[in-house]
């Protein structure tokens, strides 16, 4: 391919002022060239030798598409400019005329400057007492995009763009020296890739798109004429602008001059010329804030797979260099976004919540296994306007901030530096994990008071302190008594686990929590965290530090793939445009990141007590009779396991449930004010939310059981 052939191209400023080739391009166009000028040739000597001493002729920069896991669906595009590259061959035969017509109709002809046209505009330059009538064949149009295209510095821009008779020379010399590199039709093809044609469309293939709505391939003559009279005044003979005619006069000049040139019958040319230009606009989507409205709920995971991008060092040094690549790299990438998916899960999530509601309800699905993100719903419009948002929900901001609802790009579900939301019972898992893995088994009793005395320390003034110690209750006197790691899990029995805490240590339950991908993003979070504080962060393991529906349906996935741990992944591949897997050039940025972080054993064992909690009973033991979520099952229609949770004073409702093949977060809480209490009657919504995400994530797949545990993790 011509784009990996000039990236390598290097042209010596001490090769082009030497040998045959410039003496031919002087010969044949010093006169014209000063007197059409006003310079000296001797000007023009001077100016090249201040170029620099090799020059690289880059490829131009291209379109990055992103496309759903059906491969099909346009989620959005990168670009700064837009353009795709695409073979002559699957051009409209009318473009490649149309254009030759236009610009250079002695193309085949010539060697790359042609003698002829630099006289006959010499002539008409003189007539007209001024610059009336250009010299530059498509070939010396095409060095002159290639020059600024591949500049890296102003002086280089400058240099390739300026209106001078050095530029001018320099132009013919390399158009010589590239006709003997490339056929004409690789030189056509590459032009008809580079050309300018208004509104930010680079290329025949976003020139069809943007006026048209079509392929290359699908153009009529009337559409290719008007393409090809744009290349030359792009703003002055746009067909979109409010008056059409000089769009049209444009177009039927071009008309005219390819029945001169008999490449459409005289006919063919009247009839061409009483039609109207038809337009078709598109307005491609560029960047996450401009994908279509009726999908406006792909921009949060847009914005996740960014982030994603933006952070990883395969593509490029630092985050600039990185986007600077999503935007002219030239991609096809794959998301993992499931549209079907993504489309039921936002139902659900605002037949629960409007998007006006200061409580932000969402949910994230997460595939065990490969950690690749299925759906990210959120009752929220994804959006930069802010100007009709509610008012803002700390009284210590309203009237100084609108509320971030409905519009926001805050990442309210992950991925980001927010710090989330409390997640109440759900960290018991943690705790659990953490007991199982130092071989403590899941018949582990403690009698369970309403309340219990611990021995962390506490602040007096501290609402659950007892004489300075920190002495939790649980939500129902009916939770009293002997419980086990199954009927204390179902149930979620807060003194019970508290007991469990103490004996396997509190830094335990903090660091496999970490070990799952959980961050602590908070001053406060850090410090107790940290291997001064985290055995004495007694409270954790009642989900007092705050988290993200991402980071739990990741780490509740973890369990559903036996104990493997695999990073947020957004993507299923990453390939060039041109078709080039990086994979397969050794760059494996769509394979999963996979790790074990503890066995089979313990991650079957914390699922048999985690599906007490779901209504689908315990393999290996008993769940106690009751549970704070039995209408999962039913709602999935499979064995399924998970976590409720709530907060103190119902701040923050969660629920996380998962199967061996799909996890899901869900929450409901307010990310302005954290301490607007959702109440208890809203904690049911993230339950069904979560079970229908999974009923929906995982319809048409065979169902797969959990795997009891071993009889050593049991008893």
Request: hydrophobic share 35%; glycine share 10%.
């Amino acid at each position: 391919m011509f784009t990996r052939a000039l990236a390598s191209l290097r042209i010596s400023s001490h090769v082009l002022r030497t040998g045959v080739i410039a003496g031919v391009a002087l010969a044949a166009v010093a006169y014209p060239i000063a007197a059409v000028g006003g310079l000296a040739l001797k000007a023009g000597a001077e100016k090249l030798d201040a170029l620099p001493r090799e020059m690289h002729i880059t490829s131009p920069a291209q379109t990055t598409y992103v496309y759903a896991a059906d491969g099909k669906t346009l989620v959005t595009m990168f670009y700064e400019e837009h353009r795709r590259y695409t073979s002559i061959t699957k051009m409209s035969p009318y473009m490649r005329q149309a254009i030759l017509a236009a610009e250079d109709n002695r193309f085949y002809e010539h060697g790359g400057v042609d003698p002829k046209g630099v006289a006959r505009a010499f002539v008409a330059n003189q007539q007209a007492g001024g610059v009336s009538q250009g010299a530059s064949t498509l070939t010396m149009q095409y060095v002159r995009m290639a020059l600024r295209d591949g500049a890296r510095t102003p002086h280089e821009v400058l240099a390739a763009t300026e209106q001078t008779s050095g530029r001018k020379v320099r132009e013919m010399r390399l158009a010589l020296l590239l006709e003997k590199k490339l056929n004409k039709d690789q030189i056509l093809e590459r032009y008809l890739n580079a050309a300018y044609f208004g509104h930010r469309a680079f290329g025949v293939f976003a020139a069809s798109e943007v006026f048209f709505s079509k392929s290359p391939r699908d153009l009529t003559l009337v559409e290719a004429a008007t393409l090809a009279g744009l290349v030359q005044a792009p703003s002055a003979y746009d067909p979109a602008a409010h008056n059409r005619k000089a769009a049209a006069t444009r177009r039927n000049y071009v008309i005219d001059r390819m029945a001169a040139l008999h490449f459409i019958t005289p006919q063919q040319a009247a009839q061409s010329k009483k039609q109207p230009i038809v337009l078709k606009l598109t307005d491609p989507p560029n960047d996450c804030t401009s994908i279509p409205k009726s999908h406006n709920d792909w921009g949060f995971y847009c914005d996740f797979f960014k982030g994603w991008w933006l952070n990883n060092p395969a593509f490029g040094s630092n985050p600039a260099d990185r986007e600077d690549n999503l935007r002219r790299g030239g991609y096809r990438i794959t998301l993992a976004l499931d549209p079907t998916l993504q489309a039921r899960t936002q139902r659900h999530v605002l037949n629960k919540q409007e998007a006006r509601s200061k409580f932000a309800h969402g949910v994230v699905a997460v595939q065990p296994g490969t950690g690749r993100v299925r759906a990210m719903g959120v009752n929220r419009v994804y959006s930069l306007d802010q100007d009709g948002n509610g008012e803002h929900s700390d009284p210590g901001k309203r009237g100084e901030a609108r509320g971030n609802y409905p519009n926001t790009v805050n990442k309210l579900l992950g991925g980001g530096d927010l710090p989330g939301y409390q997640a109440g019972s759900t960290f018991k898992m943690f705790t659990m994990l953490a007991a199982l893995d130092r071989g403590m088994s899941l018949d582990t009793s403690f009698y369970a008071p309403y309340k219990y005395r611990s021995k962390y320390h506490t602040g007096w003034n501290d609402p659950k302190s007892c004489g300075g110690r920190w002495c939790p209750s649980n939500a129902s006197k009916g939770m009293t008594g002997t419980q086990t790691m199954w009927s204390g899990f179902g149930k979620s029995v807060n003194t019970y686990f508290v007991q469990l805490e103490q004996k396997v240590g509190a830094e335990r339950a903090v660091r496999m929590a970490e070990k799952l991908g959980l961050q602590w993003r908070t001053d406060i979070d850090q410090q107790q965290a940290s291997p001064a504080k985290a055995d004495t962060w007694g409270a954790f393991t009642l989900g007092v530090a705050d988290t993200t529906p991402l980071e739990m349906a990741n780490a509740y996935a973890t369990i559903g793939a036996e104990g493997v741990y695999c990073k947020p992944l957004p993507v299923l591949s990453v390939k060039r445009t041109t078709g080039a897997d990086l994979a397969k050039q050794g760059v494996k940025v769509a394979a999963p990141q996979c790790h074990r972080v503890f066995s089979q054993d313990v991650a079957r064992a914390a699922s048999d007590a985690a599906s007490c909690v779901t209504g689908s009973g315990a393999q290996r033991g008993g769940c106690g009779g009751w549970s704070t979520a039995p209408e999962v099952r039913g709602i999935v229609g499979r064995p399924v396991a998970g976590k409720t949770g709530t907060t103190d004073n119902t701040r923050a409702a969660w629920f996380v449930g998962y199967t061996p093949q799909l996890a899901a977060a869900s929450f409901i809480a307010d990310p302005d004010n954290p301490f607007n209490n959702v109440g208890d009657w809203n904690s049911w919504k993230p339950i069904q939310t979560a079970a229908q995400t999974l009923r929906d994530g995982l319809a048409g797949a065979r169902t797969v059981n959990f795997r009891p545990p071993s009889r050593d993790i049991v008893y």
